[in-house]
């Protein structure tokens, strides 16, 4: 039985936190946004490879029901994660603009 990968690959993809005191530089907005570029489309990977898993199934191109459904709940858990991560940075948006001057 091979480990899912599609969580630890979006988990991956997210920088650490940067340290208390140091300076935001535009390299740094760069690298989030890649990085936040790069954890999506992996996840998009995932739902096609799910979607192909499925096609191969229902035209009988395999009988492998097993692969299949891990194939759909890696797909599911990266997309959960996905909005997860999305919810967090909307909120952390709208906390910022509440922010008094």
């Known amino acids: 039985m091979s480990p899912i990968q599609g969580i630890a690959q979006v988990a991956s993809a997210i920088p650490a936190a940067p340290s208390p005191g140091a300076a935001a530089s535009q390299a740094g907005a760069g690298g989030f946004l890649d990085s936040l570029k790069s954890a999506v489309g992996k996840v998009n990977d995932v739902q096609l490879q799910a979607g192909q898993a ?5 035209t009988g191109q395999t009988q492998d029901i097993h692969r299949t459904m891990v194939a759909l709940q890696q797909a599911d858990v990266s997309f959960q994660l996905m909005m997860q991560i999305r919810n967090k940075l909307v909120t952390a948006y709208e906390e910022i603009q509440r922010m008094q001057i």
Request: aromatic share 0%.
């Open 54 to 58: 499925v096609d191969a199934l229902m």
